[in-house]
């Protein structure tokens, strides 16, 4: 993704507020000198990049509808499942953990 010019003003309070210049992307040239346009994706549109959902001047709400799907699916897919206490353990430890957590270090998440 490209953002170009980004940058933060600050409220009197210190909290930092996104704030960017509009640009419509760039052109990237081969070595024949072809020109290949790469579009600028919007501050405002909430975009998917290695399995994270990015709203960057947004409330990071698809972020955490995605986390919660995601574990309720996988908590309903054990519970149908005819797993021991032991199978059940290891796919909360080996799945269900690593499949919600993955994307809480790299999110923003409000309360």
Same mark, same amino acid.
């Given at each position: 993704? &490209? &953002?170009?010019?980004?940058?933060?003003?600050?409220?009197?309070? @210190?909290?930092?507020?996104?704030?960017?210049?509009? =640009?419509? @992307?760039? =052109?990237? +040239?081969?070595?024949?000198?072809? !020109?290949?346009?790469?579009? #600028?994706? $919007?501050?405002?549109?909430?975009?998917?990049?290695?399995?994270?959902? !990015? #709203? $960057?001047? @947004?409330? =990071?709400?698809?972020?955490? !509808?995605?986390?919660?799907?995601? #574990?309720?699916?996988?908590?309903?897919?054990?519970?149908?499942?005819?797993?021991?206490?032991?199978?059940?353990?290891? *796919?909360?430890?080996?799945?269900? +953990?690593? #499949?919600?957590?993955?994307?809480?270090?790299?999110? *923003?998440?409000?309360?």
């Amino acid at each position: 993704m &490209f &953002f170009p010019h980004i940058h933060y003003n600050y409220h009197k309070s @210190g909290e930092p507020v996104l704030s960017y210049k509009k =640009n419509d @992307g760039v =052109n990237l +040239r081969d070595a024949n000198n072809n !020109k290949t346009p790469i579009k #600028a994706k $919007p501050v405002y549109t909430t975009y998917k990049t290695l399995g994270h959902h !990015k #709203a $960057p001047t @947004g409330t =990071n709400r698809t972020q955490h !509808k995605k986390i919660l799907e995601k #574990a309720e699916d996988l908590a309903n897919a054990l519970t149908r499942s005819s797993a021991s206490r032991t199978d059940a353990k290891r *796919f909360y430890n080996t799945i269900y +953990r690593p #499949a919600v957590e993955y994307t809480l270090a790299q999110s *923003f998440l409000t309360t």
